[in-house]
């Protein structure tokens, strides 16, 4: 057997007692043969989630020394005592991959182990990963984020380097006199137990930023340089710049420490983040404020979309007599903050689609929101125009960088209406839109943003219903007034599939309930107040979450206001317009 085909067999367990003496004799022939070895038995730990030979971490000076022993028992071989992981990969959310020591990356979805000179890489904006060490210490690896050769440092401790991106750590009380130590281009900073954040920029300028939550950490330029970093405090190291602790400015949590703090299944309130902060006062712009004014934004059967590019909740809504604004609000995630991206049109024509400025009339929007992110525009049709009932069969785009509008005026129509819903599915890049004939064509509809057309499917009725695509599937899984039924999108012919589930008779009795799909859970989720719904698309099971402090629910239903929020893994609900916004945290997959 050649030595690809020993190593092959003892990777596999089958190495005969006979093959163990040439592969051994191979192993001690030279150091690039030891290499060779080690990374093929990299890979293998790497690709195969039952547990593969392991290699101690003083192999090679065992080998070096002629020493080695190749024990060959029940069709299994191991090298040496072994040694145990330094650190473990409890968590991966989209693109996570293991960086091995020769330079090979591999990509991971379950729990790993690390080896020591292992690291991890998140690929893309809505990465993450979570590692433990057998201490607890904790560290939480952002989006586009290289940690790279986690191991043991010259003093005994632990260290890992922060190559590019954002880590926060929770470091256990380390002994005294053997701190874990964080490197960065930039420098190092030793750890002795403390809760941190590290963000390294790997531009043309470079930078590492040190924040200090709990606890004392010196951080060390290159040039020998260092400061000590106290609870509260941060510190950059960068060319040009004062290596100086200073104080957090003090302001809101971030969101993403918030989410970290909290239990799975459990909901959170952010104080200060009522939308009435950022609305228009009465008599501030003429002809606007209607019976009701800017609450009705919410109130007034109105919805949003998540515009995963800048990580905000888009909402616009208001309509008939309630209110004549139409200017369109973000919930920004990153800031926990609210703003008015754009002012209500003074004086607007009212019953009419088109104010005097080219803008869209104000209107209870429902469920003919949605956000096309491959176009990077918010979208919107139909609805009950302000000074209504009339509604609006025109396509709307509206581009959230320039904060324009514009109408899209198609060849054809879906015909508009109110009581719709419409559900973006990335694979087709199409909305797909559910009509009533009460108040529009009817029928099941999709729009192509592209080619600029809509077609229609077919002559299906939807009437208060809410929809979400699942998108492992290519499934529009439709919720509401009693019913729960589906259409394969992925098929040139999409069908009416009534869906017969168990367990969420509660919630899909009601009207236009928040739905959206947790792509990390594989569920369909929704809320309508009280307790959170998931549906397993497999099994066709509710199962019902219960959790203290669940906001009360918008009377007139959630439309796009409950909607999966990727950078958090959790969900956002907006429920009114002086309520400040929730988020809910679901268990773990």
């Not at 869209?360 to 000074?387: E, I, K, M, Q, V």
């Not at 909305?431 to 499917?457: F, I, K, M, P, Q």
């Not at 929020?565 to 009114?576: C, E, H, N, Q």
């Amino acid at each position: 057997m050649d030595p690809e085909e020993l190593i092959q067999a003892y990777l596999e367990g089958k190495l005969s007692p006979e093959d163990a003496g040439p592969l051994n004799d191979w192993l001690r022939a030279s150091p690039e043969n030891l290499d060779r070895f080690l990374h093929q038995v990299d890979m293998h730990l790497a690709l195969h989630a039952t547990p593969a030979p392991r290699v101690g971490r003083r192999w090679k000076r065992l080998v070096a020394a002629a020493a080695a022993v190749l024990v060959v028992g029940a069709g299994l071989a191991y090298w040496g005592s072994g040694s145990p992981d330094v650190a473990r990969l409890e968590e991966a959310r989209g693109k996570v991959y293991l960086l091995l020591t020769d330079g090979e990356k591999v990509l991971v979805t379950a729990p790993k182990g690390l080896r020591a000179g292992q690291g991890i890489e998140t690929e893309g904006p809505q990465s993450s990963a979570l590692l433990r060490y057998p201490d607890s210490t904790r560290i939480d690896v952002g989006p586009a984020t290289m940690l790279r050769a986690i191991d043991e440092n010259a003093e005994g401790g632990k260290k890992a380097h922060v190559a590019r991106g954002a880590v926060a750590a929770d470091v256990s009380r380390q002994p005294e006199g053997r701190p874990m130590v964080f490197t960065t281009p930039q420098g190092n900073a030793r750890v002795l137990g403390t809760s941190i954040r590290i963000v390294v920029d790997d531009g043309p300028k470079g930078s590492t930023r040190l924040e200090v939550k709990q606890g004392r950490v010196r951080l060390t330029r290159l040039d020998g340089k260092g400061v000590d970093v106290l609870s509260g405090h941060f510190a950059v190291a960068a060319a040009g710049v004062e290596l100086a602790a200073k104080p957090l400015t003090p302001g809101k949590p971030r969101a993403m420490d918030l989410m970290r703090g909290m239990p799975p299944n459990s909901w959170i309130s952010i104080p200060g983040t009522r939308m009435s902060d950022v609305t228009p006062k009465h008599g501030e712009f003429a002809g606007t404020w209607g019976i009701v004014g800017p609450a009705s934004v919410i109130i007034a059967w109105s919805g949003g979309a998540f515009d995963t590019r800048r990580n905000q909740l888009l909402l616009w809504g208001g309509g008939g007599a309630d209110y004549h604004g139409n200017e369109v609000y973000a919930f920004q995630v990153d800031s926990l903050s609210w703003r008015r991206l754009t002012h209500p049109t003074p004086n607007p024509s009212l019953g009419r689609p088109v104010n005097a400025d080219g803008t869209p009339n104000g209107r209870a929007t429902y469920n003919s929101l949605a956000y096309l992110t491959h176009a990077d525009r918010f979208f919107a049709c139909g609805g009950t125009l302000s000074g209504g009932p009339a509604t609006d069969d025109k396509t709307w785009t509206f581009d959230p960088s320039a904060r324009r509008w514009t109408d899209r005026n198609p060849p054809s129509t879906s015909g508009g209406g109110y009581s719709v819903s419409c559900s973006y599915d990335p694979g087709t890049r199409k909305v797909w839109w559910g009509s009533n004939t009460t108040t529009g064509l009817g029928g099941l509809w999709s729009y192509d943003y592209d080619a600029n057309a809509w077609t229609r499917h077919n002559d299906d009725t939807f009437h208060e219903h809410t929809s979400a695509v699942d998108t492992r599937r290519g499934l529009l899984v439709v919720v509401g007034q009693g019913e729960v039924f589906t259409y394969d999108l992925r098929n040139a012919d999409p069908r009416r599939r009534p869906r017969s589930t168990t367990g969420g008779e509660a919630f899909i009795s009601r009207s236009s309930p928040g739905l959206d799909y947790d792509p990390v859970r594989d569920r369909v989720v929704g809320w309508a107040g009280g307790a959170v719904y998931s549906l397993d698309p497999e099994t066709n099971a509710w199962i019902a979450h219960e959790a203290a402090a669940a906001p009360a629910p918008t009377e007139n239903g959630m439309y796009g206001r409950w909607r999966y929020v990727p950078s958090l893994d959790a969900f956002i609900a907006v429920t009114g317009w002086d309520v400040d916004v929730h988020f809910y945290k679901p268990g773990r997959p």
